[in-house]
């Protein structure tokens, strides 16, 4: 037997050693955000009921993005005021809840660029605008929500 050959043999041990032990528990993924699985998650992507108050947050920082950085943002404030909320649900809601207003907050970040683009027709996303042109601009109205 070669060493090539005595090498796989033992991954292979250590495989088979692991998926025994695994077997009947639900995979948990190191690398995702901790509470979140999609284990039994079925089709999350779903439109569900959310928080109003959360919805209004998360439309704001639209906004901000807007005002602030021309539509551009690193997506950190977006990302834990959505974490926050889904992670005060039951688990099996959090999926589908952190779909829902990920998909209000992209909603609302192309009606802004989208109300932008009609007052400034050369604006395109990052670039600097006359931020005053938002006073006029009232938030979608959200089927989603």
């Known amino acids: 037997m070669t060493i090539t050959q005595i090498a796989q043999s033992q991954q292979q041990q250590r495989v088979s050693a692991l998926a025994q032990r695994q077997q009947g528990k639900p995979h948990v993924n190191p690398y995702g ?25 998360v439309k704001q920082i639209a906004f901000n993005h807007m ?26 809601k959090r999926l589908s809840a952190s779909w829902t207003l990920n998909e209000i907050f992209h909603g609302e970040a192309v009606r802004l660029g989208e109300f932008v683009h009609q007052q400034d027709p050369g604006w395109d996303w990052g670039k600097p605008f006359d931020t005053s042109i938002l006073e006029n601009y009232r938030q979608g109205i959200n089927t989603m929500a």
Do not use: C, F, W
């Open 33 to 57: 955000t901790p509470g979140m699985s999609l284990n039994h998650a079925g089709d999350y992507r779903k439109i569900v009921s959310v928080n109003q108050g959360v919805v209004q947050q």
């Open 67 to 92: 005002k602030n950085r021309y539509g551009v943002s690193d997506g950190e404030d977006i990302s834990k005021v959505i974490r926050d909320y889904t992670m005060s649900l039951a688990p099996e």
